[in-house]
């Protein structure tokens, strides 16, 4: 059992598929734990405001079996209700990472497992970062301009840098990779509270208000541009970070 504060870095309404408005942005929540419920794993919140969550994966013994997200109906449902909603408001998604979303489909002893079964953890992430891909790639093809991924589960003081490079970072970059391979179009937005510091390139923003910046460009781009270096919800800002590999 966790507090929604350590589960959820957010910042927007924890109801399922529901939205607020930031700034010029409809922003619709991942904290709903949209994708990790899509798959089957019991997530309901207390009375106390804590997340009480029955796992799907309850031990490496058993053979993996990850369906693909895009068969979901809770998955369809939120990218009708993009698509429905894209035609008068702008969207920015939030979305886990794939060590965040292994996080909350496994028990606490995930941490433990990267060092007993990492063979097991490895085949798992590879999947996620497949599937996640495919449900961002049709969040953009269905009027999504900005993706927001956070990786809140992977924390270096927890898992050491080493195992953060390996089961978090990793992950983090094949997944950014596949993104700006697809011939898609929209900003992917980092959290740089916990994602891997990949190297930046600074660009003046075409106005001081960073929301009206990240319109902007994400009405304007013709490819993936990933952005990192500060909040997506940073009020106003001088420049932009685009993320070069």
């Known amino acids: 059992m966790k507090s929604r504060s350590d589960e959820n870095r957010f910042c927007v309404n924890h109801n399922e598929l529901t939205y607020e408005t930031d700034g010029l942005f409809t922003v619709l929540s991942e904290r709903s734990f949209t994708l990790s419920r899509a798959y089957g794993a019991r997530i309901t919140e207390t009375a106390s405001g804590f997340i009480d969550a029955e796992p799907l994966i309850k031990t490496p013994e058993e053979p993996l079996s990850i369906p693909p997200l895009l068969s979901r109906p809770l998955v369809l449902k939120q990218l009708d209700h993009i698509k429905k909603a894209s035609k008068h408001e702008n969207i920015r998604l939030n979305v886990v990472a794939p060590y965040t979303l292994l996080a909350e489909l496994s028990p606490p002893k995930l941490p433990a497992w990267l060092i007993k079964h990492p063979r097991f953890v490895r085949d798992a992430l590879e999947t996620l ?66 994602f891997e510091p ?40 001088e420049n932009l970070y685009k993320v070069i590999f």
């Open 129 to 194: 970062t497949r599937e996640i891909f495919g449900y961002v790639a049709a969040a953009l093809e269905n009027g999504a301009l900005v993706i927001s991924l956070s990786d809140y589960h992977a924390q270096r003081n927890l898992l050491g840098q080493a195992r953060f490079t390996s089961f978090a970072a990793e992950y983090q970059r094949g997944l950014l990779v596949m993104l700006t391979q697809s011939g898609l179009h929209g900003v992917i937005h980092l959290c740089p509270q916990s």
């Open 198 to 237: 990949f190297p930046t390139k600074a660009q003046r923003a075409s106005d001081r208000s960073y929301q009206r910046s990240l319109l902007q460009t994400a009405r304007q781009s013709d490819s993936i541009v990933i952005l990192g270096g500060q909040c997506p919800h940073t009020r106003y800002s």
